[in-house]
């Protein structure tokens, strides 16, 4: 069964910066994608950034230019840096991965941006 555990979040104030982690555990076969989503109150979960075991990145128009993903493929591990943030980027952050026709999800890390 695969499992994903997501870390790194918190409390930072706007302009900060925070890096989230993302590990999993289980088998993963083959060409795969991770990556993450966000959940703010009130709001759908949008995708923010994936990227493939091929190195294909997606990134919302929402994070261009500040936020940026990465993988260690041997830790079975996904990143995500976010540089100046904004109360806009505060909610739950979800690892995801997507293998061998089957999507999970971690329990998510919450990113709170205020001062």
């Known amino acids: 069964q695969v499992q994903l555990v997501e870390s790194g979040g918190g409390l930072v104030q706007p302009g900060g910066s925070l890096r989230l982690s993302c590990v999993a555990s289980?088998?993963?076969?083959?060409?795969?994608?991770m990556g993450w989503y966000r959940q703010a109150p009130g709001k759908e979960r949008e995708l923010v950034a994936t990227?493939?075991?091929?190195?294909?990145?997606t990134l919302a128009d929402s994070v261009k230019g500040r936020f940026g993903i990465s993988r260690d493929n041997a830790k079975k591990t996904v990143f995500l840096q976010m540089d100046s943030l904004t109360a806009e980027d505060t909610a739950r952050y979800y690892c995801?991965?997507?293998?061998?026709?089957?999507?999970?999800w971690g329990q998510g890390t919450q990113v709170t941006v205020s001062s």
């Open positions: 990227m493939t075991s091929g190195g294909t990145t």
């Open positions: 995801h991965l997507h293998n061998n026709g089957r999507r999970y």
């Open positions: 289980g088998s993963i076969f083959g060409f795969n994608t």
